[in-house]
């Protein structure tokens, strides 16, 4: 299938043949004509699979094709995603496909002054991509009205989850109006998502293009284990030994993102740190810096990671195994996106195992080990702990690897 047979009209065809995209992806070539037809999604679908693409065209033909009502614009279609840059990336996407409509978009999020988006608001707008917080601010102030929108996206459903945004969600549901197209896009589908779904969804077309949590089959992931206290390290050790020229390495904290970030620097690898912490400015800049090759690493927590992406990125390093399975999907989806491969490293200590089982439970996989002993999937904790492990045990494994001989 390509797109030139799924009846997107002419400025759109055009837009995507000036990016080079001719295959939809297949959450594109399932959703895309459902959407037109203006029937309600639930798209689940990993990350990287095209979700902004499977909304956005469809949603640009519909809203040119009904023009709005002479006078001001207002919003038409609302577009709630969970991160700034995340917002960003679907704005910038709106820009690209729709460059031959005459439709407006603008984006709003919190972090930054919000005097140059009330501008943009006050101008008239078709598309509005947001944010809960900064949303709810607006329309409180009475900057944002939605009494006129006609359709509804929630992009990443399962993170606002994870970011104790649902509350938020449910606040603007509520200011929507009843009749409206809805769309729900997650990686994952929880039970408190599915139930929302319900709630709010109109008898809903389902899309599905891989079972829940599972992770791409072009990326090759591996476990790397080791003590708590060498993980530096190792990591030091994996980015020089297998030449890593660009990697996106995930931090459970904002403070551990800073350390890493650090460490990296004094090795002589060039790393920054985005998270919530950091300015918007910062944010942008070293992501900036990341997709120009200017950084190396792109240290990260899970909240500033989502949204970010990077083209080719061949790496994902996972310095902590995060607790909560579904977040592994997440991260690791940053590389081997649209069908290209990738590698996902983690280096995992004795209590993350736990973790690592938790994983390949959701995954259905067991993860290849490259240093230390296997973890097996329903396998119980090994009987000995750190308090009993000689602290030179983990080095002598290190020696029995190739990888990590010194070369002559």
């Given at each position: 299938?390509?797109?030139?047979?799924?009846?997107?009209?002419?400025?759109?065809?055009?837009?995507?043949?000036?990016?080079?995209?001719?295959?939809?992806?297949?959450?594109?070539?399932?959703a895309?004509?459902?959407?037109?037809?203006?029937?309600?999604?639930?798209?689940?679908?990993?990350?990287?699979?095209g979700?902004?693409?499977?909304?956005?065209?469809?949603?640009?033909?519909?809203?040119?094709?009904?023009?709005?009502?002479?006078?001001?614009?207002?919003?038409?279609?609302?577009?709630?995603?969970?991160?700034?840059e995340?917002?960003?990336?679907i704005?910038?996407?709106?820009?690209?496909?729709?460059?031959?409509?005459?439709?407006?978009?603008?984006?709003?999020?919190?972090?930054?002054?919000?005097?140059?988006?009330?501008?943009?608001?006050?101008?008239?707008?078709?598309?509005?991509?947001?944010?809960?917080?900064?949303?709810?601010?607006?329309?409180?102030?009475?900057?944002v009205?939605?009494?006129?929108?006609?359709?509804?996206?929630?992009?990443?459903?399962?993170?606002?989850?994870?970011?104790?945004?649902?509350?938020?969600?449910?606040?603007?549901?509520?200011?929507?109006?009843?009749?409206?197209?809805?769309?729900?896009?997650?990686?994952?589908?929880?039970?408190?998502?599915?139930?929302?779904?319900?709630?709010?969804?109109?008898?809903?077309?389902?899309?599905?293009?891989?079972?829940?949590?599972?992770?791409?089959?072009?990326i090759?992931?591996?476990?790397?284990?080791?003590?708590?206290?060498?993980?530096?390290?190792?990591?030091?050790?994996i980015?020089?030994?297998?030449?890593?020229?660009?990697?996106?390495?995930f931090s459970?904290?904002?403070?551990?993102?800073?350390?890493?970030?650090?460490d990296?620097?004094?090795?002589?690898?060039?790393?920054?740190?985005?998270?919530?912490?950091?300015?918007?400015?910062?944010?942008?800049?070293?992501?900036?810096?990341?997709?120009?090759?200017?950084?190396?690493?792109?240290?990260?927590?899970?909240?500033?990671?989502?949204?970010?992406?990077?083209?080719?990125?061949?790496?994902?390093?996972?310095?902590?195994?995060?607790?909560?399975?579904?977040t592994?999907?997440?991260?690791?989806?940053?590389?081997?996106?649209?069908?290209?491969?990738?590698?996902?490293?983690?280096l995992?200590?004795?209590?993350?195992?736990?973790?690592?089982?938790?994983?390949?439970?959701?995954?259905?996989?067991?993860?290849?080990?490259?240093?230390?002993?296997?973890?097996?999937?329903?396998?119980?904790?090994?009987?000995?702990?750190?308090?009993?492990?000689?602290?030179?045990?983990?080095?002598?494994?290190?020696?029995?690897?190739?990888?990590?001989?010194?070369?002559?």
């Amino acid at each position: 299938m390509l797109f030139e047979s799924m009846g997107l009209i002419d400025p759109i065809m055009r837009a995507l043949n000036e990016e080079g995209y001719h295959t939809p992806t297949p959450i594109q070539a399932q959703a895309i004509q459902p959407i037109l037809e203006g029937r309600d999604i639930l798209g689940c679908a990993q990350t990287g699979t095209g979700k902004t693409a499977a909304f956005s065209l469809p949603l640009l033909q519909r809203l040119n094709e009904q023009p709005h009502a002479p006078g001001r614009r207002p919003i038409r279609a609302l577009i709630l995603t969970p991160t700034r840059e995340l917002a960003i990336q679907i704005k910038e996407s709106l820009d690209a496909y729709g460059r031959h409509l005459p439709l407006k978009n603008t984006v709003i999020f919190g972090g930054v002054g919000q005097q140059p988006q009330v501008m943009a608001l006050r101008s008239g707008i078709d598309i509005l991509v947001a944010t809960p917080g900064r949303l709810l601010d607006l329309c409180q102030q009475g900057h944002v009205s939605l009494k006129n929108l006609e359709v509804f996206i929630l992009d990443e459903a399962d993170r606002m989850l994870d970011m104790g945004f649902i509350h938020d969600v449910r606040k603007v549901i509520a200011m929507l109006p009843q009749k409206r197209q809805s769309l729900f896009f997650s990686a994952t589908m929880p039970a408190e998502i599915q139930a929302l779904a319900d709630k709010i969804l109109t008898r809903p077309f389902k899309v599905e293009v891989a079972p829940p949590a599972t992770t791409a089959e072009t990326i090759q992931q591996s476990i790397y284990r080791c003590d708590k206290t060498e993980k530096k390290g190792l990591l030091v050790k994996i980015i020089t030994e297998q030449n890593i020229d660009r990697a996106l390495v995930f931090s459970r904290t904002k403070h551990g993102a800073d350390r890493i970030a650090k460490d990296l620097n004094k090795a002589g690898i060039k790393a920054e740190a985005i998270h919530g912490n950091k300015s918007q400015n910062a944010r942008q800049n070293a992501l900036k810096n990341f997709k120009n090759s200017q950084t190396r690493m792109l240290v990260a927590t899970d909240i500033a990671a989502r949204g970010i992406d990077v083209d080719d990125l061949t790496h994902v390093i996972n310095f902590d195994i995060p607790n909560v399975p579904e977040t592994y999907v997440h991260r690791i989806g940053r590389t081997g996106r649209a069908g290209a491969s990738g590698i996902a490293i983690s280096l995992c200590e004795e209590e993350e195992v736990a973790y690592v089982r938790d994983i390949q439970k959701l995954t259905r996989i067991e993860i290849p080990v490259a240093l230390g002993e296997a973890i097996a999937m329903g396998q119980k904790n090994n009987t000995h702990t750190r308090e009993t492990q000689k602290p030179t045990d983990t080095k002598k494994k290190f020696n029995k690897f190739k990888f990590f001989r010194r070369k002559n």
